[in-house]
């Protein structure tokens, strides 16, 4: 059987980030779910890209209750920005494969794999009625107010 593995690389930085932060505002939310819708709307590789259960609003609703900001970055009043890629599995709908592409802050490194590892699961992608891997490379930015 062949299976489609889709590169899906989020390259809007500035819109689809996850902020592990204290207090964080509705406005920051609803940036984050019209970034995500935007981008649902004009990318070509799917039919339908996956989909965290909930949406967007619920993915960074899990991103912000499910943060935990390294102690020692904290002490040090460090933040980071961590660009982390996994794999969407067609069958399963869990994140596998997950990898740390780039860092501003090694201390950040492990949180940011954790989080990721530990979602629940996604609708997987869509192609011709079949669901499909696909990956997703997403920054995740941590800074205290």
């Known amino acids: 059987m062949l299976k489609y593995l889709l590169i899906f690389f989020v390259l809007i930085a500035c819109t689809y ?14 940036e984050f779910i019209a970034d ?5 709307k004009k990318q070509h590789l799917v039919q339908q890209i996956p989909e965290f259960k909930g949406g967007a609003g619920a993915l960074y609703d899990y991103l912000q209750a499910h943060i ?4 020692q970055a904290k002490k040090e009043g460090l933040s980071a ?3 982390v890629s996994f794999r969407i599995d067609a069958k399963s709908g869990l994140a ?3 990898k740390v592409v780039q860092s501003s802050n090694s201390k950040f490194e ?3 794999a954790r989080l990721i590892k530990a979602m629940p699961a996604w609708t997987p992608a869509q192609q011709g009625g ?16």
């Open 68 to 71: 935990v900001y390294p102690p």
């Open 130 to 145: 079949k669901s499909v891997d696909m990956i997703l490379t997403i920054p995740v930015y941590f800074h205290l107010d």
């Open 96 to 98: 596998r494969d997950v």
């Open 81 to 83: 920005l961590v660009f």
């Open 36 to 40: 995500m819708n935007n981008f649902a």
């Open 110 to 112: 492990s949180e940011t």
């Open 17 to 30: 980030q996850s902020k592990a932060q204290t207090g964080a505002n509705n406005g920051d939310r609803q």
